[in-house]
């Protein structure tokens, strides 16, 4: 059994900063790509950055600039480091995840449960 489990959401500033963090746990034989997506109300699940196992990483051209994505390998943990929040970057964020639950097992895509962020103006 895998789970994500997100952290770091909250409500915050316009042009504050916060930090999601994202931890992968239980039957964990490879993380493979991990990243991060948005949903706002009324409004599809976009992706909002990536990062490969490797570390190569993509990012919505909406958050480049502003968000940096990295990995912890080690604690299979993926990071959102968010700065000059806009009101627009409202959302909850999912962490996504493939990963190989064993030797003998497909990679499969896993979701965490969301965390809200709320960007006043």
């Known amino acids: 059994q895998v789970q994500l489990v997100e952290s770091g959401g909250g409500l915050v500033q316009a042009w504050g900063s916060l930090r999601l963090s994202c931890v992968a746990s239980?039957?964990?034989?490879?993380?493979?790509?991990m990243g991060w997506y948005r949903q706002a109300p009324g409004q599809q699940r976009e992706l909002v950055a990536a990062?490969?196992?490797?570390?190569?990483?993509n990012y919505a051209d909406s958050v480049k600039g502003r968000f940096t994505i990295s990995r912890d390998n080690a604690k299979n943990t993926v990071f959102l480091q968010m700065n000059s929040l806009k009101p627009e970057d409202t959302a909850v964020y999912y962490c996504?995840?493939?990963?190989?639950?064993?030797?003998?097992?497909?990679?499969?895509?896993?979701w965490g449960q969301g965390t809200q962020v709320t960007v006043s103006s």
């Open positions: 990062i490969s196992s490797g570390g190569s990483t």
């Open positions: 996504n995840g493939r990963i190989r639950g064993s030797v003998f097992a497909r990679e499969s895509e896993y």
């Open positions: 239980g039957s964990l034989f490879s993380v493979n790509a």
